[in-house]
C-alpha cells in the first residue's frame, strides 16, 4: 500500500512537473506574436523542435554524438553581486516610479552566492526531456543496455555541466531490464561521466586553455570594438527612454550597464522563477531588439566568426566527433553507440561556427540598420539557448553512410553537403582542414601543452 502511494506521489510530481516545464518554456499559448521569452540571447529558454525529414529508404541511425550547453542555471557570481548593486540603484528612487512600476522601490536580490551558477529547476529537467525524445527519434543506437564501452558521457569540471549530464543519464538509462538499483518506478543503471581536468580540457573548454585566443581576443578590449561603439551609443540611448518611461529621470538617468543588467534580469526571472512581470516587463520589442543585437555583436567578436581563432581551436572537438563516427564506418569499433558531451555556450558558439553554420556574408557592425540587424543568421537565442545542443547522427545505409547535424534539434545542411543527409566521406572531405589542425601551434606556439606550462 506504501509502494502504490509513493508510485502515486511521484507520477502526481512527473506531472505537475512536466507542466511547470511546460510553462517555463513558454508553451502556453499558440500565439506567434512576438514574445521577449525568445529574445535573450543566451538567457534564453530552450524550446524543442520536432519537425523532422525522414532519412531515405536503407537508411538507419546507428550512432550519435551530441555537443550540449548546460541547461538553465542561476547567475554566476560576478553577476549576483551586479544586482545587489542595481537593488541599491532601483530602491534609492522608491519615490519616482509609475504604477506599473511601484516593484523596482522594494525589489530585493533573490540570488545568492551559494547558489551561484547551479542549474534551476527548468535546467534540471531539460537534459532529461531531451534525452527522452532523442532516444525516441533514434531508437537503435540509443536503446542499448548500458556499458562503458557502449556509452562515454564526458563533461566539463563545472557542476551544472556535470548535472546536466547526469539529468540526460538518468532519463536514458533509466527503466533498463539490466538495472540493478530500484527506485520507485521501475530500475536504474548506474553510469560514468569522466572529465579532463580544468586545465587541459581542450574538448570542451579550448576557449580557456588556449594562451593565444586568451591575449588576443577575450583579454583584448579592442576585439569587440563593434560591440562597444553600439552599447555606448544605442544601449545607452535605449537607458535613457527606459529612465523616461519609468518615471525616474532625469534623477537617475539608467546606464546602459543598467539596463543590460534589467536585460539578464529578465532571463533569470524565467529561468529560476518564470516571471515576466517585472524586469521583463521594462523592455518592448524596440528595446529588447537592442540588447540581444548587442549581446549577440559582443558573442560575435568573442565566441562566433568574429575572429577565426575563436573557432579554430574547436577543431580537436571536431576530431573527436569525427573519429569516433570513422571507427564505426571502417569496422574498427562498432561497439560505441553514443558520445554524449556536456559543455557550455563558449562551446556550442565555436562548434557552430567551425561547421560554417548560421554564418552571416559580412561582419556584424555597429552601424547595420534594423532590416539589417533583423534578417542577420548570428542570433545566439536560436544558437546557444540554454541546453543547446548540436547533435551528430550516423546513418548506414545498405553498406554506405550518411551523418546528420541538427542544431538545437533543426536539421542543418553543413558547407559541402547538398542535404540534410550528407556522405560520411563527403563530410571528410570538407572537413580536411579540421581534421589535421594545429591546436598546439595555435594556442602555444607549437609547444606541447604540458611544455608550455610545466617548461
Not at 146 to 152: E, I, W
Not at 271 to 286: I, K, P, W
Request: charged residues 15%; proline residues 5%; glycine residues 6%.
Amino acid at each position: 500500500q506504501q509502494q502504490m502511494l509513493n508510485r502515486r506521489c511521484l507520477t502526481l510530481a512527473y506531472l505537475f512537473g512536466a507542466l511547470f516545464v511546460l510553462s517555463f518554456l513558454g508553451f502556453t499559448s499558440a500565439d506567434s506574436t512576438w514574445n521577449i521569452r525568445d529574445h535573450l540571447a543566451t538567457k534564453t529558454m530552450y524550446s524543442p523542435k520536432s519537425n523532422f525529414s525522414p532519412p531515405p529508404e536503407t537508411c538507419n541511425p546507428v550512432q550519435v554524438n551530441l555537443v550540449a550547453r548546460h541547461g538553465a542555471r542561476y547567475p554566476t557570481s560576478s553577476d549576483i553581486t551586479k544586482f545587489s548593486e542595481l537593488q541599491t540603484k532601483m530602491n534609492k528612487y522608491a519615490d519616482l516610479y509609475g504604477p506599473a512600476y511601484q516593484w523596482m522601490g522594494t525589489w530585493v536580490n533573490p540570488y545568492t552566492q551559494e547558489e551561484q551558477g547551479e542549474l534551476t529547476y527548468s535546467g534540471q529537467v531539460e537534459h532529461q526531456n531531451l534525452a527522452t525524445r532523442m532516444r525516441q527519434e533514434y531508437s537503435g543506437p540509443m536503446n542499448y543496455p548500458y556499458q562503458p564501452y557502449t556509452y562515454t558521457l564526458q563533461s566539463t569540471q563545472v557542476s551544472r555541466a556535470g548535472r546536466s549530464g547526469m539529468s540526460f543519464g538518468f532519463s536514458l538509462f533509466n527503466n533498463q531490464t539490466n538495472g540493478i538499483l530500484p527506485y520507485p518506478g521501475g530500475h536504474f543503471a548506474p553510469f560514468f561521466i569522466y572529465s579532463d581536468s580544468e586545465d587541459q580540457d581542450v574538448q570542451l573548454r579550448f576557449f580557456d586553455v588556449c594562451p593565444s585566443y586568451s591575449s588576443f581576443v577575450e583579454d583584448n578590449s579592442t576585439s569587440t570594438e563593434q560591440a562597444t561603439i553600439y552599447f555606448n551609443d544605442q544601449v545607452a540611448s535605449a537607458g535613457l527612454s527606459l529612465a523616461k518611461m519609468i518615471g525616474v529621470y532625469p534623477s537617475w538617468n539608467i546606464t546602459a550597464s543598467e539596463i543590460n543588467m534589467m536585460y539578464k534580469g529578465c532571463g533569470f526571472d524565467i529561468a529560476v522563477s518564470n516571471v515576466t512581470n517585472e524586469f521583463c516587463g521594462l523592455f518592448n520589442e524596440e528595446t529588447a531588439n537592442i540588447l540581444e543585437y548587442y549581446n549577440d555583436m559582443k558573442n560575435y567578436y568573442e565566441k562566433g566568426y568574429g575572429y577565426p581563432i575563436n573557432y579554430e581551436i574547436a577543431c580537436l572537438l571536431v576530431q573527436d566527433i569525427i573519429n569516433i563516427q570513422q571507427q564505426y564506418v571502417n569496422g574498427s569499433n562498432t561497439a560505441v553507440k553514443g558520445k554524449f558531451r556536456f559543455a557550455h555556450a563558449e562551446t556550442i558558439m565555436p562548434l557552430v561556427s567551425i561547421l560554417g553554420l548560421y554564418k552571416d556574408s559580412t561582419p556584424l557592425m555597429a552601424d547595420w540598420t534594423e532590416e539589417q540587424q533583423e534578417n542577420r543568421q548570428w542570433k545566439t537565442s536560436i544558437i546557444s539557448p540554454f541546453a543547446a545542443n548540436v547533435q551528430f547522427i550516423l546513418y548506414e545505409c545498405s553498406g554506405d553512410f550518411m551523418v546528420k547535424v541538427l542544431v538545437n534539434e533543426v536539421e542543418q545542411v553543413l558547407p559541402g553537403c547538398t542535404d540534410i543527409y550528407c556522405g560520411f566521406e563527403e563530410i571528410i572531405a570538407h572537413f580536411a582542414p579540421q581534421l589535421t589542425c594545429n591546436y598546439q601551434s595555435w594556442c602555444f606556439n607549437g609547444d606541447t601543452l604540458c611544455e608550455y606550462y610545466c617548461g
